[in-house]
């Protein structure tokens, strides 16, 4: 699915048509009726109301909106609730939600807050261990984003800055619930709202047999020896956000994981292994090959039985039976416990996964698989995983670095300090002809990195956008674990070819987060260039009307929010970045020496303040402000 274009629900290569998840389905009647609720009433046109959303991961969609009606209006008239709804399509994999229509009221809140919560015809979860706290409305962290997110770009589109209630609805709901799993596992009271991708992928078993098949000849065909295989998304995400090794480098094998080591038994394989969540894998300690709930569901006697294995008493093991979930199952446990009971799943799980493939056609395989958790992440692997692991990555990274290390190219732009007008030619060139934009933050278009281009960059607003987690702290062990972790993500981008800016305030080579990632991305293998920005500290200077040095003077900067006596006894001028919170200290010192000097706060930005000498600096500086001092002859 390409991700430039809105995408349709057209028939996938076996000839089985997509549909949508009830996720999106709320996403969008949440959408349609901010939409309405912010533009004062609904559109004239309902015959062929369409919303479009982006789903999770990224591409737009566009969805029929059912139906339409505005729910409340105040004693004034204003419009202040709506409610819209959108009919789920399973495609040509059909479920009990199949057809279901799910309603989305949205009302106005006066703070700046989204609220989201399910009412008839959803289910409320009643026992832990699930993904959302007891209490709780079923509605799934994903679809939840996706809500959020839809909302948030909405409310900042109008200027609302106010929040939303979101109220989500199936009607029938209810009584649907009991043909699902959702009782015997603690959510009551209706169906839950689900999706991962927002797309249902339909297969019927033997197109899913055969893609893995093919999947499995392609990988091999590809040169790799050792193959890793996933049931689905949890295992691809966290082997993305584990290692960095993307979708297109495992096998999807769904539920099949007998029929995956026989296919790839049969087609020559050296190695297997799995990776998958302790909910579905734990299903292969009891030499069970397909982990379909209707295939078999006896997660909790299994783990009983490692339990009893690993020594726990029969107390302890009985206690497990009465779980919910494997999540609920191993909060139960002490650390110690959890160790030990894993440790004894994955013996099992090593010998039936052996038995397995010594079964199979073909030269004898070795197979290994990774469980892990979504509250305690990696829980262990069994005696061939590290290795099988270790060896498929390093197939990877030469094959990366074959194809796409003259394909992928990084861009460290720097916006300068604030006014967009200051931005350079090449900076508002590069970012256009760039396919992703990356800011260091949460939300890169909430950064003022992306403020500023968007004030020079037509049409910003439409690229894809990714935030990148770079935190403000000096422990250096904690920076040093977000800035790998930043550049293996920024690695998975590049490996797919794309050309990629990383937005940075000033210049990216002063005090710049963008350098964190620059020469790791390098060492990777794959271009990285700086394209130079206008630095704070010139745009202050001309700010105040003051040159920096003349003749013979030197020019030093100093971070002022780091002990910096040394950087004071310095001579010549000196430009204190970032004085922020340090402002008091660095102008009582400066005044106590006699020096000369100003100040600027927020340089090109609104609020910007310009402090002509020493004693007019407050106290009160924000982050983004520069002092500059002179020695008293100068």
Same mark, same amino acid.
């Given at each position: 699915?390409?991700?430039?274009?809105?995408?349709?629900? *057209?028939?996938?290569?076996?000839?089985?048509?997509?549909?949508?998840?009830?996720?999106?389905?709320?996403?969008?009647?949440?959408?349609?009726?901010?939409?309405?609720?912010?533009?004062?009433?609904?559109?004239?046109?309902?015959?062929?109301?369409?919303?479009?959303?982006?789903?999770?991961?990224?591409?737009?969609?566009?969805?029929?909106?059912?139906?339409?009606?505005?729910?409340?209006?105040?004693?004034?008239?204003?419009?202040?609730?709506?409610?819209?709804?959108?009919?789920?399509?399973?495609?040509?994999?059909?479920?009990?939600?199949?057809?279901?229509?799910?309603?989305?009221?949205?009302?106005?809140?006066?703070?700046?807050?989204?609220?989201?919560? %399910?009412?008839?015809?959803?289910?409320?979860?009643?026992?832990?261990?699930?993904?959302?706290?007891?209490?709780?409305?079923?509605?799934?962290?994903?679809?939840?984003?996706?809500?959020?997110?839809?909302?948030?770009?909405?409310?900042?589109?109008?200027?609302?800055?106010?929040?939303? =209630?979101?109220?989500?609805?199936?009607?029938?709901?209810?009584?649907?619930?009991?043909?699902?799993?959702?009782?015997?596992?603690?959510?009551?009271?209706?169906?839950?709202?689900?999706?991962?991708?927002? +797309?249902?992928?339909?297969?019927?078993?033997?197109?899913?047999?055969?893609?893995?098949?093919?999947?499995?000849?392609?990988?091999?065909?590809?040169?790799?020896?050792?193959?890793?295989?996933?049931?689905?998304?949890?295992?691809?995400?966290?082997?993305?956000?584990?290692?960095?090794?993307?979708?297109?480098?495992?096998?999807?094998?769904?539920?099949?994981?007998? #029929?995956?080591?026989?296919?790839?038994?049969?087609?020559?394989?050296?190695?297997?292994?799995?990776? %998958?969540?302790?909910?579905?894998?734990?299903?292969?300690?009891?030499? +069970?090959?397909?982990?379909?709930?209707?295939?078999?569901?006896?997660?909790? *006697?299994?783990?009983?039985?490692?339990?009893?294995?690993?020594?726990?008493?029969?107390?302890?093991?009985?206690?497990?039976?009465?779980?919910?979930?494997?999540?609920?199952?191993?909060?139960?446990?002490?650390? #110690?416990?959890?160790?030990?009971?894993?440790?004894?799943?994955?013996?099992? @799980?090593?010998?039936?996964?052996?038995?397995?493939?010594?079964?199979?056609?073909?030269?004898?395989?070795?197979?290994?698989?990774?469980?892990?958790?979504?509250?305690?992440?990696?829980?262990?692997?069994? =005696?061939?995983?590290?290795?099988?692991?270790?060896?498929?990555?390093?197939?990877?990274?030469?094959?990366?670095?074959?194809?796409?290390?003259?394909?992928?190219?990084?861009?460290?732009?720097?916006?300068?300090?604030?006014?967009?007008?200051?931005?350079?030619?090449?900076?508002?060139?590069?970012?256009? *002809?760039?396919?992703?934009?990356?800011?260091?933050?949460?939300?890169?278009?909430?950064?003022?990195?992306?403020?500023?281009?968007?004030?020079?960059?037509?049409?910003?607003?439409?690229? *894809?956008?990714?935030? @990148?987690?770079?935190?403000?702290?000096?422990?250096?062990?904690?920076?040093?674990?977000?800035?790998?972790?930043?550049?293996?993500?920024?690695?998975?981008?590049?490996?797919?070819?794309?050309?990629?800016?990383?937005?940075?305030?000033?210049?990216?080579? @002063?005090?710049?987060?963008?350098?964190?990632?620059?020469? =790791?991305?390098?060492?990777?293998?794959?271009?990285?260039? +700086?394209?130079?920005?206008?630095?704070?500290?010139?745009?202050?200077?001309?700010?105040?009307?003051?040159?920096?040095?003349?003749?013979?003077?030197?020019?030093?900067?100093?971070?002022?929010?780091?002990?910096?006596?040394?950087?004071?006894?310095?001579?010549?001028?000196?430009?204190?970045?970032?004085? %922020?919170?340090?402002?008091?200290?660095?102008?009582?010192?400066?005044?106590?020496?006699?020096?000369?000097?100003?100040?600027?706060?927020?340089?090109?930005?609104?609020?910007? =303040?310009?402090?002509?000498?020493?004693?007019?600096?407050?106290?009160?500086?924000?982050?983004?402000? +520069?002092?500059?001092?002179?020695?008293?002859?100068?």
């Amino acid at each position: 699915m390409e991700k430039d274009r809105v995408i349709r629900m *057209e028939k996938n290569k076996k000839g089985l048509r997509r549909g949508w998840t009830t996720g999106t389905c709320a996403q969008a009647a949440a959408a349609a009726a901010a939409e309405a609720l912010l533009a004062g009433g609904l559109p004239r046109d309902r015959e062929s109301w369409t919303v479009t959303v982006r789903l999770p991961e990224g591409q737009p969609f566009a969805l029929p909106v059912r139906s339409g009606t505005e729910a409340e209006r105040d004693d004034k008239g204003r419009l202040t609730s709506v409610t819209c709804a959108v009919k789920k399509n399973s495609g040509d994999d059909p479920d009990v939600t199949d057809g279901v229509t799910v309603y989305a009221t949205v009302s106005l809140l006066p703070e700046d807050r989204i609220e989201i919560d %399910g009412g008839a015809g959803i289910g409320r979860v009643t026992k832990a261990g699930l993904a959302q706290p007891v209490g709780s409305a079923a509605i799934n962290p994903v679809p939840r984003e996706m809500i959020r997110r839809e909302l948030v770009r909405l409310k900042e589109a109008a200027g609302w800055e106010g929040g939303f =209630r979101v109220l989500v609805e199936i009607p029938g709901g209810e009584e649907l619930a009991k043909r699902t799993f959702n009782p015997r596992i603690g959510i009551v009271g209706g169906l839950s709202i689900l999706g991962t991708s927002g +797309i249902v992928e339909p297969m019927s078993e033997k197109a899913l047999i055969d893609t893995i098949e093919v999947e499995i000849k392609v990988k091999l065909a590809e040169g790799r020896r050792c193959l890793i295989a996933a049931p689905g998304n949890y295992g691809l995400d966290f082997l993305r956000e584990k290692w960095g090794i993307l979708p297109r480098d495992t096998v999807k094998c769904s539920n099949y994981i007998g #029929e995956t080591i026989d296919l790839a038994a049969e087609q020559g394989a050296e190695g297997l292994l799995f990776v %998958g969540h302790i909910g579905k894998l734990v299903k292969i300690a009891g030499g +069970i090959m397909n982990t379909h709930s209707r295939q078999g569901d006896c997660r909790m *006697e299994l783990l009983a039985a490692a339990a009893l294995r690993a020594g726990l008493p029969g107390k302890r093991a009985a206690a497990l039976l009465d779980c919910n979930t494997t999540e609920d199952a191993l909060q139960s446990l002490s650390a #110690e416990e959890r160790g030990k009971v894993t440790a004894s799943l994955l013996e099992k @799980i090593h010998a039936y996964l052996k038995i397995r493939a010594g079964s199979s056609a073909g030269p004898r395989m070795r197979t290994g698989a990774i469980l892990f958790s979504n509250v305690y992440g990696l829980l262990g692997m069994t =005696r061939y995983g590290e290795e099988l692991l270790e060896e498929s990555r390093k197939k990877m990274t030469q094959r990366y670095r074959r194809e796409t290390a003259m394909e992928g190219i990084l861009y460290g732009v720097g916006v300068g300090p604030g006014n967009p007008e200051l931005m350079t030619l090449q900076a508002v060139r590069v970012i256009r *002809e760039c396919d992703l934009i990356l800011a260091p933050g949460k939300e890169p278009r909430e950064t003022v990195a992306w403020k500023i281009a968007a004030g020079a960059v037509p049409g910003l607003e439409e690229k *894809e956008a990714l935030g @990148i987690h770079m935190p403000m702290t000096r422990d250096p062990k904690t920076r040093q674990e977000a800035h790998e972790a930043a550049a293996e993500r920024i690695l998975q981008e590049l490996a797919k070819g794309r050309r990629t800016a990383f937005l940075t305030l000033g210049d990216p080579c @002063i005090y710049s987060t963008y350098l964190y990632v620059h020469k =790791r991305v390098q060492d990777a293998g794959y271009r990285a260039e +700086i394209i130079s920005g206008i630095p704070s500290f010139i745009a202050a200077a001309a700010a105040v009307g003051e040159g920096l040095v003349e003749n013979d003077q030197m020019l030093h900067l100093v971070p002022a929010s780091y002990p910096a006596d040394e950087g004071m006894d310095l001579p010549g001028t000196r430009v204190l970045m970032k004085a %922020g919170k340090a402002a008091a200290q660095v102008r009582d010192e400066l005044l106590a020496r006699k020096e000369k000097g100003w100040a600027v706060e927020r340089c090109g930005m609104e609020g910007e =303040r310009i402090f002509h000498s020493l004693d007019e600096i407050p106290d009160d500086l924000s982050y983004y402000s +520069i002092i500059v001092a002179k020695e008293a002859g100068e």
